[in-house]
């Protein structure tokens, strides 16, 4: 289960999104997420399904990747559903037993919920696979730099946001490592109650904050070797500047939006 989670993982392929500015990358993910939560009609749905497989086409990304950053939400997913169904009882009664209840507003709803959450990760895990941390840094960065006439700290945010990104799959290496470890040792993390399972935890996450502040700790003590001191006179390797292609993309993202809102009031 560990190595299906996906996040924060970049996937270098030359590809027409690969190549857009990431500036551009996010805003059009926040216009894919507002558009996905905008109204709860079937438009919405059938808006970012669209959006999804277009995007997913341009940048080249496998498609059992999508699949594999749902697998580890799909606890979630069966929760969300079982929640919609028994909380919700507007419409037809479709089934009934003693106090529990499925009606047809509940199903409708719980499909509706499970479709919209997988549009969601799937679209969003999009913008880590074709965007590097260094690149993503440098992006949020850009986009919050206003909050600087306020004396935000705006670099110091966006590189703690990078370097989150950029080891979640080192702690989830990690993890997994850790857990075959256990295992070998005798460790039963699979097998017994629900209690079980969570005493069996401890020495799995014991070891992995450990690990966790030490590297923290040499992170820290590279970034001070190499006289890193914010953001202030910081240079770039690579500077970020928009073309038509970019304002291309956010024209599509807002075409997509606006067809959703028009549909929604019709």
């Known amino acids: ?6 996040l924060g993982q970049y996937f270098p392929v030359d590809s027409v999104i690969h190549r857009l500015d990431p500036r551009f990358k996010i805003i059009d993910t926040l216009i894919f ?3 996905l939560f905008s109204g709860n009609h079937v438009w919405n749905l059938l808006a970012g399904t669209i959006f999804v497989i277009l995007v997913q086409g341009l940048s080249k990304i496998p498609f059992r990747m999508s699949i594999k950053s749902i697998r580890p939400i799909f606890p979630v997913l069966v929760f969300t559903a079982i929640l919609n169904l028994v909380f919700i009882d507007t419409g037809e009664t479709l089934w009934s037993w003693k106090f529990l209840k499925i009606t047809e507003g509940g199903l409708q709803t719980s499909i509706f919920m499970i479709c919209r959450i997988i549009l969601l990760i799937t679209g969003s895990s999009l913008l880590t696979y074709t965007t590097s941390p260094i690149l993503l840094t440098d992006a949020i960065e850009s ?3 206003p909050l600087k006439k306020i004396k935000f700290p705006v670099h110091e945010m966006a590189m703690m946001m990078s370097i989150a990104l950029r080891f979640i799959p080192t702690l989830i290496e990690e993890t997994d490592k850790i ?5 070998a040792r005798g460790a039963m993390l699979d097998n017994g109650k629900l209690l079980d399972r969570v005493k069996a935890m401890i020495p799995i996450l014991i070891p992995l904050f450990v690990s966790a502040f030490r590297r923290a700790e040499e992170l820290a003590t590279a970034m001070e070797c190499r006289c ?5 006179g910081r240079t770039r390797l690579r500077q970020l500047q928009a073309t038509g292609k970019d304002y291309c993309s956010l024209v599509i993202c ?5 067809s959703v809102i028009l549909l929604n009031l019709i």
């Not at 807002?254 to 606006?258: A, G, H, N, S, Y």
């Open 254 to 258: 807002l075409l997509f939006f606006i």
């Open 179 to 183: 857990m075959a470890a256990q295992k």
């Open 228 to 232: 890193y001191q914010g953001g202030e």
């Open 1 to 6: 289960m560990l190595k299906d989670i996906t």
């Open 143 to 145: 986009l919050l730099s």
């Open 33 to 35: 997420i507002v558009m």
